[in-house]
């Protein structure tokens, strides 16, 4: 399998606004978001579905996004949820979108994917975030 961007991103390849790193896990900030504050968090090891995953690579996964959603509920106080999508569909490589919402609608909206991401922006969210 090709390395997916997501691989690239983790091994500094690709840069991004990192967010957290442990054994198995990395998470960055979207630069296309849902919603502001998004966060990806990716398995290191690239496999297209989250099943794929060994026990800890997934016990791993959920630690690490509930870490996350917990900063996310705390900086984004004033909205109702944190959504999470497992998916793998874009890039094959198994990840979990979290993002703060308050309504469904704010959970189906589609990224302007060909917006310039606000570089300055996600930094600042990123060491927000940051556990």
Do not use: W
């Not at 967010?19 to 900030?29: I, L, P, Q, R």
């Amino acid at each position: 399998m090709e390395d997916s961007i997501f691989s690239k991103i983790i091994i500094g390849e690709v840069p991004c606004h990192k967010v957290f790193e442990d054994k198995n896990t990395f998470a960055f900030m979207d630069i296309h978001p849902i919603q502001p504050g998004q966060v990806l968090v990716v398995s290191k090891r690239q496999v297209g579905n989250f099943y794929e995953l060994g026990d800890s690579e997934y016990q791993d996964l959920m630690r690490s996004v509930k870490l996350i959603a917990k900063r996310l509920a705390k900086i984004f106080a004033d909205k109702k949820r944190v959504a999470m999508i497992i998916e793998g569909l874009d890039v094959d490589h198994v990840h979990v979108k979290l993002f703060p919402i308050s309504t469904g609608e704010e959970l189906r909206d589609i990224p302007d994917m060909s917006a310039d991401p606000d570089h300055d922006s996600l930094a600042e969210l990123a060491a927000k975030i940051a556990p």
